[in-house]
C-alpha cells in the first residue's frame, strides 16, 4: 500500500485502533411519525454529535415516513476522522455509483469486508477526482486551516468540513493494493489473537453450533457473505481498514454488534437456515437499498465533521437541532452528563419552534459502573436476578453436582451468568448511577447555562430506554421463545437511553 507523507501518518494512525463498527442497536433518532407526526412537512436539522459509524443514519433515513417531503439536514460529526472520511465515502457512493445494486454491494463491503472486489475498487476510483480538486487547494493552506468543500449530488449537497492535516489523509482511503500475507496476518494477529483466546472461547460458548462456525468464518477471512459463497473476488485490500501494514479494528469488533439481533435472526437467509452473517448480509442489503434509493430522491444535506463534540457549541453558532444524538459520550470517561448536557443541550431548537425537540443520550456503562455498590449494598438483587434466570435458564442438576456450579472455571456458570443478565431489574441499578452522579441536581442547576435549562423527558418518544433488553410480559412461553433468541447474541440488555429536552421557559 502506498505510503503517505509522516506528518500524515502521524496525524492520522499514531492514535492506534478506530472505532469502525458500531457497538450498540442501530436506532431511528428522528421517530417522526410519533413525534411531529407523519403529516409534518418542516425542514429537520439533525445532529449526530458523536456519530460512529452510519448506522443511526442510514436508520434514521430509512424510517422517514414515505410522505415526508421536507429538507432533511444531517450534520454528523466525529472526533476521530478515520471514522469520519470512511463516512464521507460511503455517502458519495451512494450517490455517484449510477446503479443501485452495485452501491449497496460496493458499501457493504467497504464498511465491513476487510479486503473488496474490483468492482468496489472502481467505485472508490470515482471519489478520486472529487478528492484532487481540493488537494490542488491546499498549497496555500496552513495545517491546521479548516477548508470546506460542498458537492452537488441532484436535489442533495455533501459538504466536508476538514483540516488541510486531515485532507492530506484521504489519499490513504482510496489507495488500492492487492493483499499479501503480511496483512492478512496482520489483521488475524488481532483476530485470531493467542492471547484473546479464552475471550473468544466465551464469546462462542453462547453461540448456537451453527453460529460458531460463521462466527469463526467472518475472524479467519474478514469478508462478509452468506457463509457458502465465493471468496475468490475479493482481491484487494480495503484501504479503510488497514494503513500500511497495520490493521486498524479492536479484537471485539464484529458486525453483528451494530444491529437488533432479533432482526438479524428473522431475515430470510435462503436455503441455509443457520447462516448468522449470511443473514446479517442479506438484512444490510435490503436496509442499504433503501437508503440509497430514499437519499437519491432528495433533499438530504450532509455535512461532515472532525471535532471534539465538547467545541460543537462554537461550531454550530446559528444552528439549532430538532434531534441531537450523542452516542455514549455521557459515560464519566468520556464527557461525562453534565458536560454532555449542558454543552449540547443549548443546541436543541427552543421549545416554542419545536416541542418534540430531543437530545438523545447513552450510558453503555453505567450498570457495570455501579456493579461493586450492587455487591456490597444489594446482594439480594443478584440473587433475584438469578432466581429468575433458572426459570428460563435451567441449569444442568448433574453440573451442579460434580463441579460446582459457581465456580468461574465451570462453563456452564460463565453461560448462566453472561446470559442471565436480561433478567436484571436493570432500572434499579441505574437509579443508583442517577443518584451516584447527582443527575436531578445536574437538571436542576442547568438553567444557569442553558436558556430555560434541560430536563430529562418524562416520556421517552425517540428511541427505547433499554434497547436489546428482554421484554418481561405475564406470558412465559412467550418471554421464553424470545429469550431463545437473545440468549446467543452481544446484547446484555444493559445499556440505558435518557432523552433530554429544553425547559418550557426558553
Known sequence: MSEAPQAVQTEQREKGKSHFFGNTIAQDVI??????????DKDLNILFAASGDLRHVVQSVIDLPGSYTGKVSLYINDKDFAVVARNIIITLIAYKVPDEAIAVECILHIWYSAFLTPEAASAMRLLSPLFAGVLDRLKVQ?????????WTL???TCEVVPRKRQWQVMPLFTSITSPTEDLRKARTDTTLAPTLLDDRHRRMFVLRPTDRACWDRFRQDGILLPFGHSREEFEIVNPILFVGS???LHDE??????????????????????????KLYFLLSEKLARFVRRI???????????RDAAILPKVFTKIRFARIETSNIVDEYYLGTRSTVWLLGGLLEEVSQSPHATLVTLYMNAIDAVAGIVQKDHPNWIKATHKMAERFLPLDPAIKL???IESEDNPEWIRFQTQAEQFKKSEKWFDLYKKAI??????????KVVPGGVIIKEVDTVVEKWPGKLKMSADKVEVQKEFDVIKHSNQRGVVRYVEWKRGSKC
Open 253 to 278: 469488533d464484529d458486525p453483528l454488534n451494530g444491529w437488533d439481533w432479533g432482526e438479524i435472526m428473522r431475515t430470510d437467509s435462503g436455503p441455509a437456515t443457520n447462516d448468522l452473517y449470511g
Open 402 to 404: 460434580l463441579s460446582g
Open 296 to 306: 437519491r430522491s432528495g433533499p438530504f444535506h450532509f455535512h461532515f465533521h472532525s
Open 142 to 150: 496552513g495545517p491546521e486551516d479548516l477548508l470546506s468543500t460542498e
Open 246 to 248: 497495520r490493521w486498524l
Open 154 to 156: 441532484g436535489s442533495s
Open 31 to 40: 421517530k417522526l411519525a410519533t413525534n411531529e407526526g407523519e403529516d409534518y
Open 438 to 447: 447527582h443527575m436531578s441536581e445536574l437538571e436542576r442547576i442547568s438553567s
